[in-house]
Structures are given as C-alpha cells and as structure tokens.
C-alpha cells in the first residue's frame, strides 16, 4: 500500500482553496494508497516516510520563491519528487520562456527588468507588467502607453520586494479567443479548458484578480497540442514529468505559450470528474 503525499499550503486571505485537493484524496484511498494532504512548510513532516510527494496546491510558493526551491530539494532527497525538484527550479522563475523561445517554442514576447534595472516599456502598444516568480496574477497589471508613470510605480514596488519584472505586449487575442489551458498527466494530453482575459483596464497590479473567470471545457485544436508538446518537449534535460499544464493564447501567427505550468497547476478536477481515474492510476504508477 503506498504512501502518497499530496503537498499544498496554509490557508489564508490571499490563498485560493483547492476544490480538487479532498477529491483526489479520497479517490486515492479508495484506490488502496495511504494518502493524505500534507503542507510544504511544515517542518513537522516526515517527507521520507511516503513512496511519492505531489506538488499540488502550494499557492504560496511565489512570495517564498527561494524557501520553496530548498523544500523541494530536501523533499526530493528523502523521497519522489512529482515534478522533480530541477524542474521546480527551472519553472518557478519564469525567465524560462527565453529558453523555450530559444528552443523554437512560439512564446509571448518577453523582456525582463531585475532590481536595479530600468524597465523597458513598450510606448506604442498595451502591454502587461508581472513578476517572474507570481502566481493567480499577483503583481500583474495591463497597462496602455499613457499609463508609463503608473507601470513604473508598479515595477519600482516590485523591485523593493527583491522581485525581477517581465513585459509582455497584450496579446488581443485573449480578448476574443481567450487562454486555453492544456492538461498533461502522465506523458499524456488529459483535459483543457479555457477562460476569459483575466486583466481587464485599470485594474490596480496590487488588487486581487479573479484567476479562471468564465473557466469551461475546451478542446484543443491540433496546431495548440502541436505548440503545447513543443514546449514540453523543450524542458531542459527531458525529466519525467507527472503532470504538467500549457497555457496558450493566439498570436498574429497561431498559439502562443503565456505560461508553462509545471510546479502546482490547478487540474480543473471539478470540472473535468472523468479525468479523475485517470489522474489517480498515473499517481499510483509513479508511486510504484
């Protein structure tokens, strides 16, 4: 009977709940694993004692992004990792979409802008400004051209937190077509779903946003799993990947990767009750 860990995080105000965490729990012990949900900083847990650890819902993880690195080594060291703790350290920065750009990977345009460094703000087009360690759209914010003394204020704030700033230009398309988001749970294409432009004028980086507005079932074209295995297929050192989300928008020549989710992305569970048993037999298999 294996012991599997499901990670997650503290609850507080600015922590989303995990409606998939109790399910996925439940499915598993009815699978015959000991499993139960366990939270990464809690130094009273013996990470060793389990067959599998699964980074689930640490939603905390982008304020305490250098604490959390250091829990998945010491947590990959004393058992299985899923994903590993490489691929955590790569992912949680997200200065990865250069290395998947360089790879050939269609990506949003990126420029970046660490403590110290003056932001570079388009003056002809919208734009957003995010952190590259940020998750549910903290710190993030859609700004126009006459907006440049604001977008400043914001990375300056962001710079005194000791956080790197990213600018991307506004992808229109998000507008119409929205963000799909493609699921991948071992090896395989899982689910998709897709949601509505999360940023919307004028809304204050520092307000909360609702992360999945309008969220509903999707199927992907065959040219979004094209980009979307792609990207995959450019994580460095090819590691085994338990899971893994893409989340994709349309750029003047097709989909384009906004964000490659491999350290705690929501699995739609709640809206995808078919993908369950699947999710749970890939649990069950890495757990061995």
Request: glycine content about 10%; aromatic content about 8%.
């Amino acid at each position: 009977m294996p012991r599997i860990a499901l990670v997650t995080c503290r609850p507080g105000p600015q922590v989303s709940v995990d409606r998939d965490l109790p399910v996925l729990v439940g499915a598993l012990e009815e699978a015959g694993a000991r499993a139960s949900a366990e939270v990464w900083d809690d130094d009273g847990v013996d990470w060793g004692a389990f067959d599998l650890a699964v980074i689930r819902s640490t939603w905390d993880y982008s304020w305490r992004a250098g604490e959390f690195t250091a829990w998945a080594e010491k947590c990959g060291a004393a058992t299985r990792l899923a994903n590993p703790a490489g691929v955590v350290r790569w992912n949680t920065d997200k200065r990865y979409l250069g290395d998947l750009a360089a790879a050939g990977v269609p990506t949003v345009p990126t420029r970046y802008s660490a403590p110290g460094e003056a932001p570079d703000l388009p003056g002809d087009h919208e734009y957003v400004v995010k952190p590259t360690s940020g998750a549910g759209a903290r710190f993030a914010a859609r700004y126009t051209p006459d907006e440049h003394a604001t977008a400043v204020r914001q990375v300056e704030r962001m710079h005194a937190e000791g956080l790197t700033a990213m600018v991307q230009p506004y992808v229109r398309g998000i507008d119409t077509a929205g963000e799909r988001a493609l699921q991948f749970f071992g090896g395989r294409p899982l689910h998709a779903s897709r949601k509505g432009a999360v940023l919307t004028p004028g809304t204050p980086y520092d307000e909360r946003k609702v992360a999945h507005p309008g969220l509903e079932p999707w199927t992907p074209a065959p040219a979004e799993l094209a980009v979307a295995e792609s990207a995959l297929a450019a994580v460095p050192g090819a590691p085994e990947l338990l899971y893994a989300r893409v989340d994709l928008v349309d750029g003047a020549d097709g989909p384009q990767v906004m964000e490659l989710e491999l350290v705690e992305p929501n699995l739609f569970l709640w809206l995808h009750e078919r993908s369950l048993p699947r999710v749970v037999e890939a649990v069950l298999a890495a757990a061995g």
